[in-house]
């Protein structure tokens, strides 16, 4: 792997384990922003599948289906097909609580957020375990 892919893998697993340290802090403050707190698991899941994507070699698409960049990497790595629920579970975290709505609620409840920095983490983890030492943060 080159210098400079290598580099731009370290930055999208830099940037993941920040929306996930983030997320973390926000779900454990007092009052906490939930909303805000779901969203940083959505961006690190969605990242982490994008630095694998990367270290394929493939510029990852700009979206945030989870889903639907979980099914790219498949095609590279069948092992990911585990992490589709997962992945499905944290793709609407991108927008549903995101912008206020009369017809829908606005917050995720305490067990909804819950569930998802260990989906988040989950994922982030095994990218990682799939990558190349020397290709981490």
Known sequence: MGDTRKELLRSWLTKAASDLRSAKLL????NAPLDTAIYHCQQAAE???KAFLVHCGITP???H????LTLEAIAREPRFNELMDMAAALTPYAWEFRYPDDLSETYPTREEFDEAPQHAQAI?????K????????
């Open 27 to 30: 779900g454990a403050a007092e």
């Open 47 to 49: 990242k982490s599948v």
């Open 61 to 63: 698409e700009k979206t």
């Open 65 to 68: 289906d989870i889903r639907k």
């Open 124 to 128: 982030y983890d095994f990218v990682l």
């Open 130 to 137: 799939l990558l190349p030492a020397d290709a981490r943060p």
